[in-house]
């Protein structure tokens, strides 16, 4: 029996999902990706994500890898097209391409790329997409706060506490604010990110905004690794993975 390992590049709506990973009181992406795939290959499928969306967050790029025993090139060829038509159409999976059978979603990444949507007036067409943020925010202070991020490595202060991870240290290439349909899109780059870590940083970045503290005290409250200095966590619902990087795959 040859066992081969493949990667999914899918993306979806995660407002009815308790989050990517698999777990028993909520449906999960994970959940439901694994049972198509085990549905479609008549085999079981475990597959495992390059990383963990919290509920109700959503991902326009995200993968994940799998292994398969003894798969002809013919299924593997017309996967993606069987695979979308057993999953919910809140999850869309793009391709599935053979890797190496060390290649691995989650270490294999070498950049995560989130953005975060606000918007100001109320939108039917924006609910669940997007957070409903009422009030004026100084754009360009958020913009100064946001650029002291690169000049750090240990986010202890935005991270979820007693997570399961060796260090807090992550290395931030881009971070930036821009003014969008009536709100506000906030995108950051890193090499991996911390559990809640990007909530967490755009609700410092709205403190910023409103006043309730200067750009110069982003500083103090990075320094002092601690979550409660920093500000709150902002709704999932505007949060979204937008794009992995692999040193060996190549993003269209």
């Known amino acids: 029996m040859e066992t081969k390992r493949y990667f999914v590049e899918l993306g979806y709506n995660g407002t009815d999902f308790h989050g990517w990973q698999t777990q028993p009181n909520g449906i999960t992406v994970q959940e439901c990706l694994d049972k198509a795939l085990s ?22 790029q995200f993968y994940a890898h799998f292994d398969l025993v003894n798969v002809g ?14 999953l919910p159409y809140s999850i869309a999976i793009y391709r599935i391409f053979e890797v190496t059978n060390d290649a ?9 790329e989130y953005k975060y949507h606000l918007h100001f007036r109320k939108d039917p067409f924006k609910l ?8 004026s925010l100084d754009v360009e202070k958020m913009n100064e706060a946001a650029q002291i991020l ?11 506490s007693n ?25 950051i780059k890193a090499d991996r990110f911390l559990r809640n870590m990007v909530r967490a940083i755009v609700g410092t970045l709205v403190l910023v905004g409103k006043g309730d503290i200067e ?3 982003v500083k103090q409250i990075i320094e002092s690794k ?3 200095n920093a500000g709150q966590s902002v709704p999932a619902c505007g949060l979204y993975l937008v794009a992995v990087e692999y040193p060996y795959v190549k993003n269209d």
């Open 39 to 60: 549905t479609y290959f008549r085999q079981e499928v475990i597959s495992l994500g390059c990383g963990r969306t919290d509920a109700g967050v959503h991902a326009t």
């Open 73 to 86: 090139t013919r299924q593997i060829d017309n996967a993606t097209k069987g695979v979308n038509a057993l």
């Open 104 to 112: 691995h979603a989650r270490f294999d990444a070498t950049a995560r």
């Open 128 to 135: 669940d997409r997007s957070w409903l943020y009422k009030g």
């Open 150 to 160: 690169l000049a750090y490595q240990d986010f202890s202060c935005f991270s979820k």
């Open 163 to 187: 997570t399961q991870t060796f260090t807090n240290n992550c290395k931030i290439s881009y971070a930036k604010i821009v003014r969008d349909d009536g709100g506000l899109i906030f995108t």
């Open 215 to 217: 750009v110069e005290d």
């Open 226 to 228: 601690n979550r409660s």
